[in-house]
């Protein structure tokens, strides 16, 4: 099965500087890949997705790169704000199937 | 207008019980998923299900149980329950089939065995 791996498994960060979150994947037959955002007891919530025949994507601060070659993807949060601290997960989906990453517990700090 | 709901959002109960949880999604979409998160925050897929179909059925002892009554709904069933069980249960869907879409998850519902 497909394995996805993420690090770090915690960031802080100052406001307004910007963080980085990397997932690697085993299985090169995924080809979609979203990250989740999961504010403290809350649900997932997607905030970005790509799939596997873009290599870039950006919405507002938030952008994503994927490498297929090196099996591996990167989420970028840009100017960091308070309420962008919560618990990110990136996942592979293969088929039917959403694998995801242990989690980012990221803080912004004021 | 909730999305995707789920009942009750918090289960308190003992060793050996057997107890249900309910979903609903109003998205109109044909794919439901339930997924577990453990105290270490880690999501897994349990189970799948495309037009009330089980297509993903995860290693998961055979005491959980779900079952589609419709695309809308999606209900999992527990008997004999354990300690480990304890965790957040978080209902999902998403349009289509293959796992190339964005899932809804529902508020999770909070279980802790005794």
């Known amino acids: 099965g497909e394995n996805v791996e993420q690090h770090p498994s915690t960031l802080s960060v100052q406001e307004g500087d910007s963080a980085v979150i990397k997932c690697t994947y085993s299985?090169?037959?995924?080809?979609?890949f979203p990250w989740y955002k999961q504010e403290l007891g809350k649900r997932p919530q997607l905030i970005i997705d790509?799939?596997?025949?873009?290599g870039e994507k950006k919405d507002q601060r938030i952008a994503v790169t994927l490498n297929k070659t090196a099996k591996h993807f990167s989420l970028h949060i840009t100017e960091t704000q308070p309420e962008d601290s919560a618990v990110y997960f990136c996942?592979?989906?293969?088929?039917?199937?959403?694998?995801f990453g242990a989690g980012t517990t990221v803080t912004v700090r004021a | 207008d909730t999305a995707v709901s789920q009942t009750p959002k918090y289960l308190v109960t003992q060793m050996g019980n057997d107890k249900s949880i309910k979903c609903e999604q109003n998205l109109g979409h044909d794919t439901m998923y339930w997924y577990k998160q453990d105290s270490k925050k880690f999501l897994k897929i349990m189970f799948s299900?495309?037009?009330?179909?089980?297509?993903i059925n995860e290693t998961v002892p055979n005491r959980f149980s779900p079952k589609s009554p419709d695309k809308a709904h999606l209900n999992l069933h527990i008997n004999s329950l354990e300690l480990g069980d304890s965790a957040v249960y978080f209902c999902?869907?998403?349009?289509?089939?293959?796992?190339?879409?964005?899932?809804?998850f529902g508020p999770g519902t909070r279980l802790t065995v005794t």
């Open positions: 996942a592979a989906s293969k088929r039917n199937k959403l694998s």
């Open positions: 299900y495309n037009n009330k179909e089980l297509i």
């Open positions: 299985d090169s037959a995924s080809n979609y």
């Open positions: 999902a869907s998403s349009q289509g089939v293959g796992g190339l879409y964005e899932q809804y």
């Open positions: 790509i799939r596997s025949n873009v």
